[in-house]
């Protein structure tokens, strides 16, 4: 872990967006970080850039 917190933060970030996408999509947590990391494999991201944008409303899960 680095000592600045910016894993921290990031963690927060793609656990906010897990919700905010169970939410959207209708599914549990766990279907959500799967439809999340299937995102970012597909358009080539990692996962804190998939879910920057889900936070950032640029990206809907419904």
């Given at each position: 872990m680095e000592s600045n917190g910016s894993s921290i933060g990031n963690s927060a970030r793609v656990y906010q967006a897990q919700g905010m996408v169970s939410v959207q999509a209708g599914c549990s947590?766990?279907?959500?970080?799967?439809?999340?990391?299937?995102?970012?494999?597909?358009?080539e991201e990692t996962l804190e850039a998939v879910a920057?944008?889900?936070v950032n409303h640029n990206v809907r899960f419904d």
């Amino acid at each position: 872990m680095e000592s600045n917190g910016s894993s921290i933060g990031n963690s927060a970030r793609v656990y906010q967006a897990q919700g905010m996408v169970s939410v959207q999509a209708g599914c549990s947590m766990d279907e959500a970080l799967a439809l999340m990391i299937k995102t970012a494999q597909v358009t080539e991201e990692t996962l804190e850039a998939v879910a920057k944008e889900v936070v950032n409303h640029n990206v809907r899960f419904d």
